[in-house]
């Protein structure tokens, strides 16, 4: 949450600040801001969305400026007002023209914000970054780079940071804690973000900052070091992917996009690490591991929001197909309990950013009491994949939409290829590996096949798409997926819905059932289709419309279901990769419906980078 941006260079800033504020607009958008180093300090700052500053900041003549900083926020501490907007600058007493921008909480802020009180400084904001602002203009003493370095040392909490001080017009210094931060290295330019996605268009340079580590940057210079000034080499690695991966192109949204990526996506994640010859799965970042995971006692998967519904998919798989007690939990809820970890326990984070802070401090609390920490994570090189002991990433490509589609998809086959890892090296035979990856191989052309029907999807749920309450019901492997369906429409659309187990549904929830409630089933002919049918004629003969998922050929479904959304037949423990693909093309149709912003949900993050 919070975007940032800094650039150093030859170029104007403001047009370089204002595009990579564009792409990292998912990380928060209620409002923006940018500070220049324009014949000294200069800041713009406004509430709303990026095109809103675009407009203030075209008023004014920047075309000299070289050297920004830029900020998109998701309000923490403070309301969504001009004023608690980022840049902040130090003022106050000491004044020095310094500006800040910053991803993160800075946890001690009231006992600084005291202290700096007591000695005169006078606060314009309700913000935690701008006591980190004051501090550091209080602290200089003709460096920027000390200075920072001197109130990092002071603070708790998390940071991205990046500053920019009217006493040294050519210098920019960054800083992290905990929040993601980049650097990209141009020629004769620099370009600092929260993720690769802003940089990706200027470079392909860059290195990922360590925590604690602070960046001093120049035209013709970079310095890195600790907060204690000692000075540290930065690793600086190619970046992965192209700008034609982050670009709309000819469709109208970014998760609509991510929906139809999903067969490519899919067969991208499986490419050499599926050998149907020899019935093995290849996964190299873990191969040292290869013993201990045979050997586990126990497996843990966490994550968040739909993270947390691969897990549970996984849950179901490690069972069935590893035959190891396996659980799912909240990472927000893991890292708070006391929970039992020991030395046959391994825990595996499942992110697609890698920067979820509940998911990284569960993750490291499991290591600290002695698991084996895996990461299943998208982005490369984020803050949990640096954590793990070992992993597998995703490889589904960025995803720039809120609401997660292909990473979860991604997830559930990751965690399907780990169990069958697994599965080999315990139970399973080397025909029955074999077989199942010959199956696996066939799902991107089979969720293809579902992507097809995108438009009868969207004429059915035209048709409900008024009522405000509808109930997702799924079991076994398909009950994560009615979680995730119902999590889905809530997101993009703002539409009251609830997933639980289809047998659950008679505990209480069948109360809402009333004539003409959307009740969506994903009943596909499974171990579970005969127990399913009862809960479907349960939801009729109270008046509730059935949307049903069902299995290609099933006829019987269309004469208990109003609509009927077919998906091909695949093994059971696979069934969510193709049954989940309808549930988000009707959460993508109702929120368009709707009249939605389906990439930027009110009050939503991408990457929820504070607990
Ligand atoms: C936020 C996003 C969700 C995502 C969750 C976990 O809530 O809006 O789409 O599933 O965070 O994110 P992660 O990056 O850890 O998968």
């Not at 013709?220 to 034609?244: G, M």
């Not at 595996?348 to 009491?369: F, N, P």
């Not at 009862?534 to 290609?552: F, L």
Request: glycine share 10%; proline share 3%; charged share 25%.
């Amino acid at each position: 949450m919070c975007g940032i941006v800094a650039y150093i260079g030859r170029k104007p800033a403001v047009p370089v600040l204002l595009e990579g504020l564009k792409r990292l607009e998912y990380r928060g958008y209620d409002s923006a801001g940018i500070g220049l180093m324009n014949g000294g300090l200069k800041i713009c700052k406004s509430v709303g969305r990026v095109r809103v500053l675009e407009e203030k900041v075209a008023a004014l003549d920047t075309a000299h400026a070289t050297v920004g900083i830029g900020h998109t926020r998701w309000a923490t501490h403070g309301g969504v007002t001009d004023a608690n907007a980022h840049p902040h600058r130090d003022d106050g007493t000491a004044g020095h023209g310094i500006a800040i921008i910053h991803n993160g909480i800075i946890e001690n802020y009231a006992s600084i914000k005291k202290y700096l009180t007591e000695k005169g400084h006078t606060f314009s904001s309700e913000t935690d970054t701008e006591v980190l602002a004051h501090l550091i203009g209080e602290l200089y003493r003709g460096s920027l780079e000390k200075a920072v370095q001197a109130a990092l040392r002071e603070v708790t909490g998390a940071y991205a940071i990046a500053v920019i001080c009217e006493g040294e017009p050519d210098t920019l210094v960054v800083a992290r804690k905990g929040s993601p931060l980049m650097v990209g290295i141009g020629n004769g330019e620099y370009i600092v973000a929260s993720d690769s996605s802003a940089i990706v268009a200027h470079t392909t340079q860059a290195f990922t900052l360590a925590d604690f580590t602070v960046a001093k940057l120049t035209r013709e210079s970079l310095r890195t070091s600790t907060i204690d000034d000692v000075e540290v080499t930065a690793e600086v690695r190619e970046l992965e992917f192209e700008l034609a991966e982050i670009e709309l192109g000819s469709y109208e949204h970014y998760m609509l996009k991510e929906i139809f990526e999903q067969p490519r996506s899919l067969r991208t994640c499986m490419q050499g690490r599926l050998d149907e010859r020899t019935g093995s799965v290849v996964l190299g970042g873990i191969a040292e591991h290869a013993r201990t995971l045979a050997n586990a006692k126990r497996i843990v998967m966490f994550g968040q929001g739909t993270a947390l519904h691969a897990c549970m998919v996984g849950k179901y798989l490690m069972e069935d197909l590893a035959k190891i007690a396996a659980e799912h939990d909240f990472a927000s809820e893991f890292r708070y309990r006391n929970p039992i970890v020991d030395f046959g326990t391994v825990v595996i984070a499942v992110s697609q950013s890698g920067e979820t802070a509940d998911t990284l401090a569960a993750l490291q609390e499991a290591k600290q009491r002695g698991a084996l920490a895996l990461g299943m994570v998208n982005v490369v090189g984020s803050s949990i994949a640096r954590e793990t002991d070992a992993g597998v990433y995703l490889r589904v490509g960025p995803e720039i939409g809120v609401a997660s589609t292909k990473a979860f998809t991604g997830q559930v086959l990751v965690l399907a290829m780990l169990s069958l890892y697994v599965g080999r090296r315990r139970y399973l035979s080397q025909e029955f590996v074999s077989n199942f990856l010959s199956e696996m191989k066939a799902i991107p052309e089979k969720v293809q096949q579902v992507l097809e029907t995108s438009e009868a999807i969207r004429t059915a749920t035209a048709k409900y798409v008024e009522r405000e309450n509808w109930l997702f019901l799924g079991r076994g492997v398909n009950y994560p997926v009615a979680l995730e369906g119902a999590l889905k429409l809530k997101e993009i659309s703002y539409i009251h819905a609830e997933g639980m187990p289809a047998a659950e549904m008679k505990h209480g929830p069948i109360a809402l059932i009333d004539k003409g409630m959307p009740v969506v089933f994903v009943a596909t002919k499974n171990s579970q289709y005969e127990k399913i049918l009862g809960n479907i004629a349960e939801v009729r003969s109270r008046g509730g419309h059935v949307i049903a998922v069902a299995t290609e050929g099933d006829d019987y479904i269309k004469t208990v279901a109003e609509d009927v959304f077919f998906v091909p037949d695949v093994p059971e423990q696979l069934q969510p990769l193709v049954t989940v693909i309808p549930l988000q093309l009707l959460a993508y149709h109702a929120a368009v419906l709707r009249g939605k912003d389906v990439d930027k949900p009110r009050n939503l993050a991408k990457s929820v980078t504070v607990e």
